[in-house]
């Protein structure tokens, strides 16, 4: 099976569309979106409609912002501009797209035997995972496939334990491979195609390849001043575009 996987879209279609420009040519046997469509971007509309027009089967997951903006959660943990995104995201959508959103599921969402999906943690979905000790909590209490692809952090890492112990490292340049070891299971995250925070401003996206055995990452260049000015034509925090240009 050969897998397309995208997290953290963030209502940013100029980054989704450079993405998908990108594949297009290549073939998957299924689209992983692993939450959080819509939150921060101003075109989340496009990419909600981006992603229900794709081929093939495509399975996702609802992440933190998607249900605050689909009134399933009141957003009381969001910081001020995430927020304002939030209720901006709400007051646009239209009913079909919120509907859509609102119907997502919790994950984690088994894909096939090797393969589960999630927005957080397989544990909790809003969980943040950030250190060996989070993946050592998951991988001692989750009894789930050999590879798990997680998001919210929106930091492109690994996240492995094996015989020899636990392994956790970001990904960083503008691609590489993983190859996945008989014995090990994995955490991926492939970092975000929307809002990156690795000081790295360009899209992420990861492709597995499971008869292979092999994981890869990419990171490619978008025009990131058509998504700030974006933002600040709908009026919303000018923090939230400034940011782009960083990867923060």
Known sequence: MRYL?????????DALAAVL?????????????????????????????????????????????????????????????????????ANRLTAANRRFLRELPEGPLGIDERVAICHGSPLDEDQYLLSSLD??????????????FFGHTHLPSILAHGPEGLEVALLTGASGVIRLRPGWRYLLNPGAVGQPRDRNPLAAYMIYEGDAGLVRWFRIPYPVERAQERIRRAGLPASLADRLAVGA
């Open 135 to 148: 993946a050592l909590e998951i991988f001692t209490y989750f009894t789930g496939p050999q590879v798990v």
């Open 21 to 89: 420009r990108r594949v297009r040519r290549k073939r998957f046997d299924a689209t992983l979106v692993l939450g959080d469509l819509v939150g921060y971007g101003a075109a989340p509309n496009q990419v909600i409609e981006a992603i229900r027009r794709l081929s093939g089967p495509v399975w996702i997951v609802r992440g933190n912002h998607d249900k605050v903006v689909a009134g399933l959660e009141s957003g009381e943990t969001f910081n001020a501009a995430a927020l304002a995104a939030a209720h901006w995201t």
């Open 5 to 13: 996987i995208l997290s953290d879209l963030h209502g940013n279609w």
